[in-house]
């Protein structure tokens, strides 16, 4: 017996952030796809839902990402305001990439949680559930009342990995946070073990991060590093030199969202790492697309069959999270 399909029960919509990937999930889907925001002259968002949602339930997609993080926020809010006056039976908003994800907890004096105060207000305005991908800290879940379903892009990035049909592998978390991530990933592909990096961020020099020493024995071993992020490639880069250093063989990466903000691309070129594979929860520049030694695997089937499951019923940990990342 097919799977019943989602037609005419749920009304895609979409904010601006990441376009390729929401098409990419309605022709999944097989469902029209609405693109609710436009901009006024100011650069304000203007949105309308082009069609009746009344009693439907509707699918947002936005990731929250650069390089307008800001707006992409406000296009989300403004998007499930729309659909609450609109009044949608169920709101369920998916966000590929959370961004202020990293900001989740009071770490300094008189600093915001930011990622709880975003993740509050998708409440307040009217959203039913949440969807992400590799969300920073799977705690975060705990900001809202609501049910947030984290999805992991080791789902898609696996088989990748899995091709590559590595020997003699190692898997390494470039920071302590990773360690659990680590763990899977090694455990999954039969790896030798994990090494761990330890790094220190200094937030009062542009946030630039240092690998200052390991655990782990890599001498003569293909490692593979796992983060949920690239942001300036500081942090993947410093933990490869240091993997290098202790003897690893060879080192490719692996990591759900590829931001490559500043001079990432240039680090990577510049570094050792063989191969960076990321997904496309954030659009990705053409220069990324086109660099040699970064591959993008699409994370469109593994949000289609999630929001298959949401509507029709089942369940999205069985199906779509078989193992504790
Ligand atoms: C930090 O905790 C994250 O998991 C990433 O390692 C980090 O955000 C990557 O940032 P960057 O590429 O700028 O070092």
């Known amino acids: 017996m097919s799977e019943p399909s989602v037609k005419n029960k749920v009304v895609l919509l979409s904010g601006n ?38 009693r439907e339930h509707v699918i947002i997609l936005q990731s929250t990402c650069p390089p307008n993080v800001d707006s992409n926020i406000i296009e989300l809010f403004l ?5 609450k006056r609109a009044s949608a039976k169920e709101i369920t908003v998916i966000i590929p990439y959370f961004g202020y994800a990293r900001q ?82 090694s455990s999954r592909l039969n790896a030798q073990g994990i090494a761990i990096v330890f790094k220190e961020r200094d937030v009062n020099t542009e946030n630039k991060s240092q690998a200052l020493d390991m655990i782990g024995d890599v001498k003569g071993k293909n490692v593979l590093l796992v983060d949920d992020m690239i942001d300036t490639g500081g942090t993947l880069c410093n933990a490869a030199d240091l993997l290098y250093a202790r ?38 520049k053409e220069e990324v697309l086109k660099n040699p030694k970064i591959k993008v695997v699409t994370i469109a089937p593994l949000l289609s069959r999630a929001i298959e499951i949401m509507v029709n019923g089942g369940s999205i940990s069985q199906e779509l999270i078989n193992w504790t990342d």
């Open 17 to 54: 952030s990441n376009l390729e990937l929401s098409e990419k999930i309605a022709s999944l889907l097989n469902i029209p796809l609405y693109k609710p925001v436009r901009r006024f002259a100011d650069s304000e968002a203007m949105v309308q839902i082009p069609t009746n949602i009344r």
């Open 79 to 83: 998007m499930i305001d729309a659909a």
């Open 247 to 284: 003897g690893a063989k060879s080192v490719i990466a692996s990591a759900t969202h590829g931001l490559f903000t500043r001079d990432a691309l240039e680090k990577i070129n510049k570094s050792a790492i063989e191969k960076v594979i990321v997904t496309d929860t954030v659009p990705l």
């Open 104 to 185: 989740d907890r009071k770490d300094k004096p008189r600093v915001p949680v930011s990622s709880a105060a975003i993740a509050k207000t998708i409440e307040f305005l009217g959203a039913d559930r949440i969807c992400t991908v590799d969300i920073h800290a799977d705690q975060e879940q705990g900001f809202v009342s609501i049910p947030w379903d984290n999805l992991y892009g080791s789902f898609t990035l696996l088989p990748e990995i899995e091709d590559l049909d590595p020997k003699d592998l190692i898997v390494a978390s470039p920071d302590k946070g990773g360690v659990l991530k680590a763990t899977a990933y």
